[in-house]
DNA sequence: ACATCATTCAATATAATCATTGAATGACAG
DNA sequence: CTGTCATTCAATGATTATATTGAATGATGT
């Protein structure tokens, strides 16, 4: 039997909390409580799992000090205890970005050509917003748009979307945004906008890194 | 069987990199490469573990894009692809810092009162060790320091501090620092020094962190 | 060609993680 | 108190990760 020393007690620390992400569903959870707390059977509703199996995973999750439980009635809310669960994912994304072939792979699935997969950056997409130039549309599902937007946004869930093409004139450029910055939501609204010939663009992030840089935020009355 | 949609081939490519930092000897051959480039064997003998072992470790952090390998004759060297992985391992010890009781306890274990744990930062270290006010050790073992380190630190092993108490006056503020924020090495020079009578603080981070701030570094001739 | 050395591979046993099921808990409404 | 509902727990098999061993690979030097 090992004695574990100081040193590998820190690292298992560590690795608790790496372990944590090391999950897609996880991670898609995370991704979901960073729109705004939400109940365990909403959360499984919404990624489409076995409520026991999506507790399970909040519970590895709250080990790891990335979210929080608070009882409300019958009802569990989690929450992300703070920013630093969302810094951590971002930059694991960012790893993977950056050197796993198979994410370029699959992100140019939705592309014809590389520079159309160019996203907008928030600083831009909030200049061509004050110039009136831009239609912005947010893909997610009205709770999560209730809960914060961009101010100006339409709201424009995912399925609505071919019902509701000519909304938009052929001569203002589209921008969809949604959870995060690999929310497919918004890839599949670009996609879909352009084969039907409009003008359109992805937001670099979604609304959890819009409201973190300070920007302003719509919530529905 | 289930389909995977691209939603969940992303997630799974994050979850990869996430997985990658999730085993706490993994975390530690990642803290290793951050001194510098190594072989499988300078890395085995360092983490005293089989040499088939850390192979197969540093296989899994190169398919998730943290680490590459070049061979040099016999050898074969690894090295950190780029910081994006460090960013990763740095986010992640956040999240534990601030939210696993478990971290603070092995920290405390080191000390006696709360405020003794109060490390030096980069800024504080380096004013100070312009006014000749402070002396600097590093307790990385000498190959480690030869690659890089504070200009002006004495490389005093931790193995040899016993032997070298008499080279410090204890008129004098010791600083120590080695790897990283919590290489435990720096932890127990501060422990032992104290004991002894001298005023010893650690440095808030290592080495890498030092280096990637933009701070001078010394190499050996 | 041969021996040597660092590394990787392949095979194995062990351990950990995961999804699923059904039962237990805890809160609320009647 | 009873029934209902959201959540958690406990137990299970299935899958995956891990450590260990010994053999295979690839480069070097004689």
Redesign the interface.
């Known amino acids: 039997m090992s004695i574990r ?15 944590a ?5 996880r ?2 959870l995370i991704e979901h409580l960073a729109q705004g707390p939400r109940s365990v059977e909403a959360l499984a509703m919404k990624l489409g799992l076995p409520i026991a199996n999506v507790s399970q995973h909040l519970q590895t999750l709250r080990r ?3 979210v929080s439980a608070e009882r409300d009635g019958k009802f569990v809310n989690y929450r992300l ?2 920013d ?2 969302l ?10 970005e ?3 072939a ?2 370029d792979r ?2 140019r ?2 592309f014809e050509a590389r520079d159309d997969m160019e996203p907008v950056t928030r600083q831009e997409l909030a200049d061509r917003m004050r110039d009136g130039l831009v239609t912005v549309i947010d893909v997610r599902p009205p709770d999560e748009f209730a809960l914060g937007h961009v101010p100006g946004a339409i709201n424009v869930p995912l399925g609505d979307l071919p019902a509701r093409l000519s909304e938009f004139g052929k001569d203002r450029e589209v921008v969809a945004y949604c959870r995060g910055p ?3 939501m918004s ?1 599949e609204a670009v996609a879909a906008l352009r084969s039907h010939g409009y003008a359109a663009r992805r937001l670099a992030d979604g609304m959890p890194e819009w409201r973190a840089a300070g920007m302003p935020v719509e919530v529905a009355a």
């Open positions: 020393n100081p040193k590998q007690k820190l690292y298992e620390q560590f690795a608790i909390v790496a372990k992400l090391g999950h897609p569903q991670l898609e790891a000090g990335l205890v703070d630093s669960g810094v951590a994912f971002a930059s694991v994304r960012t790893v993977a950056h050197h796993l198979e994410v699959i992100v699935g939705y690999w929310c497919v890839f």
